[in-house]
């Protein structure tokens, strides 16, 4: 029987439960090139990795007819306060399950809880340059590239760069005292080089949210 192009995915908090079911996805080829992730990895390795989250550490799973297909993790980028709104994320999509919005759905179901829960401003991942699915993935959701990591990791026999992107939560920016005047206004625009000295007045506001909404859901 083929699968569907698009198939009805559910995406839930994952467990310990999950471990065997993480392994067998990062021991997929491309799983496996495209991550951080070694050859061999086992079922008690993942179960110990898991049941080690705290409880900000966000493993969320991607499930088609009740079977784990997709999973991402959102964790603190760090654990000073001053970048406390800051998360970084990583995932992968079983190599049968590619393309057929398995990722998507697992980064719309981390967005809504990064954006509107757990109220991260900023969220940061590394991607090999060769990854051409991941960057347009990524692109699609507002991350945008900041650098290039040269050497970045060992993959197959070889270093291989990788680029650092980000996305700052489109959101107005906030007025320090009462009443319009120039200030510095971060916009985001799905491009890194989004600041600019700008006259913010609540009309500007409005507009450059909506705008910065539009790019971010396109
Ligand atoms: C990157 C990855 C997570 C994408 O997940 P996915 O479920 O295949 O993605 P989706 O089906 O939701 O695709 C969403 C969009 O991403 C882009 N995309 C996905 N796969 C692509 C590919 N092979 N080539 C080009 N663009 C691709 C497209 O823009 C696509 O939208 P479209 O299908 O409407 O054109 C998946 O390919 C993967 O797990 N790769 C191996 C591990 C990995 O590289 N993880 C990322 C680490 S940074």
Do not use: C
């Amino acid at each position: 029987m083929m699968a569907a192009r698009s198939p009805k995915v559910t995406v839930r908090r994952g467990g310990v439960e999950d471990a065997e079911a993480v392994r067998a996805m990062f021991a997929m080829p491309r799983a496996m090139a495209g991550t951080l992730q070694l050859p061999y990895p086992t079922a008690a390795m993942w179960a110990q990795r898991i049941a080690e989250n705290a409880a900000d550490d966000y493993l969320l799973v991607a499930e088609v007819d009740g079977r784990v297909v997709g999973n991402l993790g959102l964790h603190p980028a760090s654990r000073s306060p001053r970048r406390r709104h800051a998360a970084a994320i990583g995932m992968s999509v079983h190599d049968d399950w590619q393309r057929r919005g398995v990722g998507s759905a697992l980064l719309v179901a981390a967005l809504d809880i990064a954006d509107n829960w757990l109220n991260y401003r900023r969220l940061e991942l590394t991607v090999y340059t060769d990854n051409a699915a991941a960057l347009a993935l990524y692109r699609k959701f507002g991350f945008a590239i900041e650098g290039t990591h040269r050497d970045f990791a060992f993959r197959d026999g070889r270093f291989v760069d990788a680029y650092a992107m980000a996305r700052l939560r489109p959101e107005a920016p906030r007025a320090r005292t009462a009443g319009a005047g120039i200030r510095q206004a971060t916009v985001n625009t799905g491009h890194a080089k989004s600041t600019k000295k700008a006259e913010v007045r609540p009309a500007a506001h409005r507009k450059a949210t909506k705008t910065a909404r539009k790019r971010a859901a396109s």
